[in-house]
C-alpha cells in the first residue's frame, strides 16, 4: 500500500542546478515503489549557514512510497551519490541536496533520520515551494498547515521563482 502525503525537498547550486534536480526528480519517478505526485516551481535562493557559494535552486516534491522511511532515505542518499553529491563541509556548495521533509503524520526521531524535518519553519527556501503545492498540509505537531508556517517564517531572506 502507497503512503501518501510524502514531502521532499530538492536543493542544487553546483553544475547545472537545472539538469541535476531534473535527473533527480526523474530517479525518483522511475523508482518501482515511488510515483511522483506533484513538484512546485524552481525557487532561487540565497545559501545558508555558509554564504560564501553559489545561490540554490530550491523546489518541493509530493509522492506516494511502498518505502518505509529508511528505506526511502537511503534511496535518497544513493541519488544524492549517482549525481556526484559530496559531504566534505556542512552546508556547504552541493550538486543536489534531497531531504524528507515530512512522510504523512508519522514522527521519526533515529540517529540517521529525524522527521518532520526540524528546521522546516524556520527555512523559507522549503516552505516557499511546499506552500505552493500542498498549502493546507499540516506536518506533525506543527499546529499550523505548511502556508500558515510560510507566513509567520522570521527567515525573510528573498525566495524567488
Known sequence: MFCENVFIGLGANLGDRE???RLAREKLRSHPEIALRQQSSLYR?????????PEFLNQ???????????????????????LGRVRDKKWGPRTI???????????INTAELVVPHP??????????PWAEIAPDFRPPESGQTVAELF???????????
Do not use: M
Not at 535562493?45 to 557559494?53: E, I, M, R, S
Open 151 to 161: 507566513a509567520s517564517c522570521d527567515d525573510k531572506s528573498a525566495v524567488q521563482v
Open 60 to 82: 518541493v516534491i509530493e509522492i506516494a512510497t511502498r518505502l518505509t522511511p529508511q528505506a526511502l532515505l537511503h534511496t535518497l542518499l544513493q541519488i544524492e551519490r549517482e
Open 119 to 128: 528546521e522546516i519553519r524556520h527555512r523559507r527556501f522549503v516552505l516557499a
Open 97 to 107: 541536496d534531497l531531504d524528507i521533509l515530512a512522510f504523512d503524520q508519522r514522527r
Open 19 to 21: 539538469h541535476h534536480l
Open 45 to 53: 535562493t540565497a545559501p545558508v549557514g555558509l554564504l560564501d557559494q
